[in-house]
C-alpha cells in the first residue's frame, strides 16, 4: 500500500523564479492538501483539491496555485518566488473532503537565495 | 478561524520519566482534535485523534490525550517516555469547515 509520495525532495531556487512541486496521493485517496511548515513552525493549510477542484484555501496569496488532475496526483506552483518561502512544503492526503485522517508525504524542502 | 496553542516550545526529561504536553484551541464550535509526531528524518504520522465519545483517548506507542471542552484543552500524555519518543510533537484542530490548524509543535528530547 503505497503512501503519500511527493518529488522533488530537496530543491534550491532563486527570488523571482517558479516552481513546481508534486505530490502522489496514498493509494485510494481522492483528496489532496497542501500545508507550508517554516523552520520552528507548525504547518500552515495552502489549499485543497478535490475532484479536480479548489475546495478550501488557507491565509496565502494568489502567488501560491495548485492542480488536481484526474489520477488525483497534485502539483502546487509557486511564482514570483520570495526568500520567505523557504519552507518544507507537505502534501496529505484523505478518502473524500470530510476523511478523518489526513496521511501526510515527505515533503519537499525549497531554499529561496 | 481557530487557532492551536501548543504550551511548550522544547521539553527535555529522562528515560522511564512522565510526559504531559499542552494544547489549547479557539473555537467554539464542534471540533475533531489530533495529535501528531514526527520522528526525527521522519514525514509526519498519526499519533492519534479525537471526534466524539469517551474523551480519554488512546493512540499508539503508549499515548493518550484527554479532550476538556470546558477548558477547550487536549492534552497528550504518556506515564513512562523511552528514548525513541524523541520527536517533534503537533497538535491540530479540525472544525467544520475541514481544514486542519497546527500548533506550533513541542520538541521532546528524551536523554537515556
Known amino acids: 500500500d503505497a503512501g503519500v509520495t511527493q518529488s522533488p525532495t530537496h530543491l534550491i531556487k532563486t527570488r523571482g523564479q517558479q516552481v513546481t512541486l508534486r505530490c502522489s496521493p496514498k493509494?485510494?485517496?481522492?483528496?489532496v492538501s497542501w500545508y507550508q511548515q517554516a523552520l520552528g513552525q507548525g504547518p500552515q493549510f495552502i489549499f485543497q483539491y478535490y475532484e479536480e477542484e479548489e475546495r478550501q484555501r488557507g491565509n496565502f496569496p494568489d502567488r501560491f496555485s495548485g492542480h488536481q488532475f484526474p489520477n488525483y496526483s497534485s502539483e502546487l506552483n509557486v511564482n514570483a518566488l520570495l526568500l520567505g518561502d523557504s519552507a518544507l512544503y507537505l502534501c496529505?492526503?484523505?478518502?473524500?473532503?470530510?476523511?478523518?485522517?489526513?496521511?501526510f508525504g515527505p515533503g519537499t524542502r525549497l531554499l529561496v537565495l | 478561524a481557530q487557532s492551536v496553542s501548543q504550551h511548550n516550545h522544547h521539553v527535555i526529561l529522562s528515560e522511564a520519566a512522565s510526559l504531559e504536553l499542552g494544547c489549547n484551541y479557539s473555537?467554539?464550535?464542534?471540533?475533531?482534535l489530533f495529535w501528531y509526531v514526527q520522528y526525527p528524518g521522519q514525514h509526519l504520522q498519526l499519533l492519534l485523534k479525537?471526534?466524539?465519545?469517551?474523551?480519554l483517548v488512546k493512540g499508539i506507542k503508549g499515548f493518550e490525550a484527554e479532550f476538556i471542552k470546558s477548558k477547550f484543552s487536549f492534552n497528550l500524555r504518556k506515564p513512562s517516555v523511552q528514548w525513541s519518543d524523541t520527536a517533534e510533537y503537533f497538535c491540530?484542530?479540525?472544525?467544520?469547515?475541514?481544514?486542519?490548524?497546527f500548533g506550533a509543535g513541542t520538541t521532546v528530547t528524551v536523554r537515556a
Open positions: 479525537y471526534f466524539s465519545g469517551d474523551p
Open positions: 473555537y467554539g464550535g464542534t471540533v475533531n
Open positions: 493509494s485510494g485517496h481522492d483528496t
Open positions: 491540530a484542530v479540525r472544525s467544520n469547515d475541514y481544514k486542519l490548524s
Open positions: 496529505a492526503s484523505t478518502q473524500g473532503v470530510r476523511g478523518e485522517t489526513q496521511y
